[in-house]
């Protein structure tokens, strides 16, 4: 009882400072949620919430395809021939990541002409992206030889180094005169150099896989490999 009284007795000797030390605290989460606030709302004005959006929707599918799909059928990645939902995950992925190039390097450009630092930046996230596909592809102690070099991580990063290197290539600022005078085909326009080298790539690629001579392989061969076809071509896919 004794103790219960000082410990009273010291409350009310110190009410008023408890009661300052209260409104302080306050105040200061006030002070930092407000300007976390400003800081988010700042930040969110700069970002494309409908890219946003569609990245939040195929990360969330791509954990649903890679834990079991539910079971579902059509939610399960095509064996060979055919296409499900599954299958769209990669290359929306490469998608959204060329989308949010384009975006990054107009930002970055403006703020700082200089686009070997803009390469450099590029060559080592790239490399980082690789080395970390290569850590999760052999986290199970895979042996060197059955070693899963090029995983899907390691493709996205080596489309991610080529693909910004071709759009630092090829950017170039458009003058207004040259808009209003193609407007109709604005787009088409600007793009000309980039949609110029993608119909050589992929020229080249279909070359290299309907008319150049492979051997022990027939030419033309866009099957499964392995086991198809009695294993007559077991190494061609």
């Not at 929707?57 to 060979?80: D, P």
């Amino acid at each position: 009882e004794k103790y219960n009284y000082e410990l009273e007795l010291w409350f009310k000797k110190n009410i008023l400072e408890l009661k300052f030390i209260r409104l302080f605290i306050e105040e200061s989460y006030l002070m930092i949620d407000s300007k976390k606030s400003l800081k988010e709302k700042s930040n969110y004005a700069q970002r494309l919430r409908s890219l946003d959006t569609f990245r939040g929707f195929n990360l969330f599918l791509m954990i649903f395809v890679n834990y079991g799909s539910g079971g579902y059928r059509f939610m399960q990645h095509a064996i060979w021939h055919g296409i499900t939902i599954a299958d769209f995950v990669f290359p929306w992925f490469l998608w959204i990541m060329g989308f949010s190039i384009s975006l990054s390097i107009n930002s970055a450009i403006k703020k700082n002409p200089n686009k070997f630092l803009f390469v450099r930046k590029t060559f080592f996230r790239s490399m980082k992206m690789f080395l970390i596909g290569l850590m999760l592809n052999s986290r199970f102690g895979v042996e060197l030889e059955n070693l899963r070099i090029f995983g899907v991580l390691q493709r996205i990063s080596l489309c991610y180094l080529f693909t910004t290197l071709f759009e630092l290539l090829f950017f170039e600022k458009i003058d207004s005169k040259s808009i209003i005078k193609f407007s109709l085909i604005s787009d088409i326009f600007k793009s000309r150099k980039h949609i110029s080298s993608m119909i050589l790539i992929t020229s080249i690629w279909h070359y290299i896989v309907y008319f150049y001579p492979t051997p022990g392989c027939p030419i033309g061969y866009i099957g499964p490999g392995g086991l198809h076809n009695m294993s007559s071509s077991y190494n061609c896919t």
